[in-house]
């Protein structure tokens, strides 16, 4: 387990690398809540799936992931990327003209990984619950994974999604809540509070799991025990607290990097902080 | 020839819609279906009965409903969505943009009681803008077919058509007029062939269109009479063709005069072959209680107001 950890966070240490970097060659992005995933997502992809990077769209007897909150893309691409779905030296097209990888993600241009368009919020939950009764209707046992954000969670699909799925128990459905505090005007607690998140998920009908989104040990036992889940009848909800903008120090724990690019002197200082472990896209 | 255009029997198009569900639950295993809490509307009770494990029941949450589907459809299977015009699509508008059409999924928006016929319940569910936010989505086709059979026909036709498709049926008893069959998405169905003016009509208003043309026959006119029924993609040699013998053209429709087929058609006429048009639609108006029959008068969408506008377009 340990060295096998390590192996993760040097994954995870140049998906970080390549988030910074995608994201200043735009001038623009989400490298805070991209940042504050990246474990989660490093041990999902890297771990935790049953996933083939040739990809096929409809994805049987594989787990799939869905991103909800899409903004935080440069973090997706990059995993998808270090996986084997496309091209490591793509993510340098980020956000520009002619490329497959969309500010938000999508389909449309034909990305491999990507399922279905996110970036308006709150409809990933609904979209991993319909391909989620769909792996009941082919007798397909994996799951389906959905990665949310904390503020997203103020949209009222996110509530109808809830609600649907507890009442059909639809317990191949694992949801993540990036669970950071923070979103675009400020703390979520400023914004719109959320109240007893926890209480909340509970009350409609879902089990409910807490970890910390940047412990591998954690991570790995929350997800492992989300998933013995299956077959109670009841769908998952993670909420998994994280910083947002972990692994740079000036980017940790503020809004203030939700939607910002880093200059070029701050990508310098941000990549010093983080090895370069298999080596940047050129 | 028009005169011999006629009906036995009224049925609904919703009822077009619940028949042909139940063929396809039994004719194609990865047909499922989702209703916001109107099954008994929507005709799809026997659809449940014969498939209960290929339904799924949202209750009243149609953005749930809709992303619920877009997932159906990624993972391969053919997922209708049954509600009410009005919320299937505005209410709606982004979860469809983004989750169906932007990301290309296989659903089938199904939607009744569109446009004034829905009648009594009145303007906040009589909904006359559909056609205009669908046919706006890129890659969305469009679908308003005139009677239970054609309904059906359409129904069972866009089970087999790879893409998102916005089906818009109604509530009320409707003359069934058209033959049963086939359906081809896109093509036009030439009604009569005339010369002296183009009808062009869509959804319900397509048996007032018959009794106009058989009016306007009587005192002398020559009417080519086409049934669009797919809105989008239109049938752009169709009309171009007709229009180009007959010089004019009216389109009659039960939704806003804005953003619906007579604004696809008076845009395809102003770039290919411009020529005088005439509009029977809503003209910028919510609509209110009432019967259908009354509604459609007050709002000027019979056959008596197409023969009127069409003997203007001809005085022109």
Redesign the interface.
Known sequence: MTSDIASLKDIASQVRRDIVRQTHQASSGHPGGSLGCTDFLTVLYFKIMKHDPSFN????GED?F?LSNGHISPLWYSILARSGYFPIKELSTFRKINSRLQGHP???EGIPGV??????L??????????????K??NDDRHVFVLTGDGELQE??IW??A??AA??KVDNLIVTIDWNGQQIDGPNDKVISLGNLHGKWESFGWDVLEMNGHDYDDIIETIELARSKKGQSKPVAILMKTAMGKGVDFMEGTHHWHGIAPNAEQTENALSQLTETLGDYK | MIENINYTEKKSTRDGFGAAMTELGRENPRV?ALCADLVGSLKIQKFIDENP??F?Q??V?E???????????????I?FTSTFANFSTGRVY??I???IA????NVKICASHAGLTLGEDGATHQILEDVGMMKMLPGMCVINPADYNQTKAATKAIADYLGPVYLRFGRPNWPVFLPEGNFEIGKAIVMNEGSDLTIVATGHLLWYAVEAAKELEKSGVSVDLINIHTIKPLDEPAILNSVKKTGRCVVAEEHQRFGGLGESIASLLAEKFPAPMAFVAVNDSFGESGKPDELLEKYGLTAKDIVQKSNSLLDK
């Open positions: 769209m409809e994805g049987h799939l869905f999508s389909p449309h399922r279905i368009a996110s970036g308006s709150g409809q990933g939950i609904s979209v991993g619950i319909g391909a989620a009764l769909s792996k209707l082919n009222g699909q109808e999604a609600m649907f009442h059909h | 499922v494990e290929r799924f949202v209750g949450a953005a749930n409903m809709m992303g619920i589907a877009a997932g159906l459809a990624t993972t391969g299977k997922p982004d979860q943009r983004q989750s932007y990301s290309e999924k």
